[in-house]
């Protein structure tokens, strides 16, 4: 309707001008609101990373199957077509014995020195087993890994299976943790912004009496009140989105290392415009929900 | 408007509980055996019944402590009867639900014994408020609230606020108020008990003359000579009861 429109401009003005007559409640409110939402934004922040690596961690995703030395080189040809028809296996590479010794000595340099002593190649040869993209999670590895188990020829498997789900322990722990945390803050937000939001009605019940008075309805006393709850919690929320943003830029690249072991090596992210705008319209609901709980609490108009 | 197809719905509503409310079609409030009890035996009004038409303009007096005030805020629901009936507007005031009272408030302008402004807001903000309520465009309400600030010779204090404005200057504030959104019943308690006389008068003409736009208009007053000046009909209230009911000699009835 018009009317409302006409009245969001009363509704506006009278907010501002309750927040304007108790700066420090209201300062207070939004800087609780700002560092309860910065502790749930940095879990945010640290599970999004951690969730955006095992996505792209999937994608090196592969299993190494060693084969027996005593395979003769037509089974191993075999071996790599019956591999090939695994469910889940997209291609297999196979890496010959010396290749295999190539590498190695690639990869430790003048360490290859150790090897000169020996007559024979002691490495394996291998197949690198890549997965389709659809089993590049924990459990559709898993499944390939029991599939290429015990066939006959396949010495030994290996695959990042553990690190996989270790990680991934580690991620549902933080997210248990993150979520317990935001319960808890959403709460004593709720709490902090309702109490604030009384204290205001109580500030001002000469003011809502002669309002009733004039025909004001309750709604019309009541938005004002809602307004400045919704303000507040937006303020907050837009704190914490400045402070996390500061952390995010200054503070983390002093910690390289912890970075390194937490991501290996991938460079953080910050939210993307969505999650951030998340983030303001969630503190904006915690003020809005905690004004409508001082509202309904026993409050008459 | 819709106001009075709104009046007639609720008024039909009302007609099965208080058949004798509404024999007369032109009265604006009538009040049937009213009585108010603060505490237990102590009665603020005992069996009023009173009928005020449209657009009639009537003076309330009696001594401190008659019963005026109790029975002005009767009239627009801030006190609820003991016993007895009232009918305002067509809409019988002991029914009236949580969203019908302000409805009917927003027609009926209220000057109060204790003015009652916003402290914290301008002199042009506590005036609006009435136009506020109804969802008045911004644009007219600044227009409306100039206006009648100037009729009372108070727009150069707009911007002022209620606190730092001499009684004389809230009282008429408070007026400005009642009298901005061209209410159907005008309810002014002690309008002019802080005015001097020159401007006593200025303020009741202007009172009176909503009167003549077909406003309902009762005012409470202790001043005895205003009321002989205006030869009004005066109710005087005594003890809460009613005891003297009287137009003017060759007032027409
Ligand atoms: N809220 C209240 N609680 C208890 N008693 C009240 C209340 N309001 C009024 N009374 C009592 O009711 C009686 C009538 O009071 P009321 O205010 O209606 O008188 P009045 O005619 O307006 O007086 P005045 O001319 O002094 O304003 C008085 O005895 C008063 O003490
Ligand atoms: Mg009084």
């Known amino acids: ?301 | 408007m819709t106001r009075g197809g709104r009046s007639s719905r609720f008024w039909s509503r009302d007609r099965r509980g208080v058949p004798a409310l509404e024999s007369r079609g032109d009265a604006a409030i009538r009040m049937f055996h009213v009585s108010k009890a603060y505490g237990a035996g102590s009665f603020a009004l005992r069996d009023v019944s009173l009928e005020f038409r449209k657009g009639e303009f009537v003076f309330l007096t009696g001594p401190s402590g008659a019963g005026k005030t109790t029975l002005l805020k009767l009239l627009f629901s801030a006190e609820q009867p003991s016993e007895g009936q009232i009918v305002v507007l067509g809409r019988n005031i002991a029914r009236l639900g949580r969203t019908a009272v302000p409805l009917l408030r927003r027609r009926i302008g209220v000057v109060f014994q204790d003015f009652k402004l916003l402290p914290r807001r301008t002199v042009e903000e506590n005036v609006a408020l009435s136009l506020d309520v109804v969802g008045t465009p911004r644009r007219a309400v600044r227009q409306k609230v100039f206006a009648i600030l100037k009729q009372l010779g108070l727009q150069h204090r707009r911007y002022h606020h209620p606190l730092s404005l001499s009684g004389g200057e809230q009282q008429r504030i408070a007026i400005a108020r009642a009298l901005v959104n061209e209410p159907e019943i005008l309810l002014a308690d002690e309008p002019t008990g802080n005015l001097d006389p020159d401007l006593t008068l200025d303020i009741m003409d202007l009172i009176a003359s909503a009167a003549t736009r077909g406003t309902t208009v009762i005012v409470a007053t202790h001043e005895l000579s205003l009321v002989s000046r205006y030869g009004k009909r005066a109710v005087r209230l005594d003890g809460g009861g009613v005891v003297e009911d009287s137009l003017p000699p060759g007032a027409p009835a």
């Open chain 1, 1 to 301: 309707m018009s009317r409302s429109l006409v009245q969001l401009g009363y509704f506006t003005r009278t907010a501002l001008r309750g927040l304007r007559s108790s700066p420090i409640t209201s300062a207070i409110a939004v800087i609780t609101i700002g560092v309860s939402l910065v502790l749930v934004g940095a879990f945010m922040l640290l599970l999004g990373n951690m969730e955006g690596l095992l996505d792209r961690f999937g994608d090196d995703l592969y299993v190494t199957a060693y084969l027996d030395d005593a395979l003769a080189a037509e089974d191993q040809r075999a071996l790599v077509e019956l591999v090939t028809t695994v469910e889940g296996v997209e291609h297999v590479r196979m890496v010959s014995k010396e290749e295999a010794l190539e590498r190695f000595r690639a990869g430790v340099g003048r360490g290859a020195a150790l090897l000169e002593g020996l007559d024979e190649n002691p490495l394996p040869a291998s197949l690198e087993i890549t997965l389709a993209p659809a089993r590049r999670t924990s459990d559709g590895l898993r499944i390939v890994v029991e599939s290429l188990d015990g066939l006959p020829g396949v010495a030994d498997l290996a695959s990042g299976q553990d690190w996989v789900e270790g990680y991934l322990r580690a991620v549902a722990l933080i997210r248990g943790v993150g979520i317990g945390l935001g319960v808890i803050l959403a709460l004593a937000t709720l709490l902090i912004v309702a109490n604030t939001i009384r204290l205001a009605v109580l500030a001002r019940d000469d003011e809502i009496e002669i309002l009733a008075l004039v025909g004001a309805s309750r709604a019309f006393v009541a938005v004002p009140f809602l307004l400045e709850g919704l303000v507040q919690g937006a303020a907050g929320g837009a704190a914490a989105l400045v402070l996390l943003l500061g952390i995010f830029h200054l503070v983390l690249p002093g910690f390289e290392f912890g970075l390194e072991f937490l991501l290996g090596g991938v460079a953080p992210r910050f939210f993307s415009g969505a999650e951030a705008a998340a983030l303001v319209g969630g503190g904006a609901s915690l003020g809005l929900f905690g004004s409508v709980a001082a509202l309904s609490g026993g409050w008459r108009a």
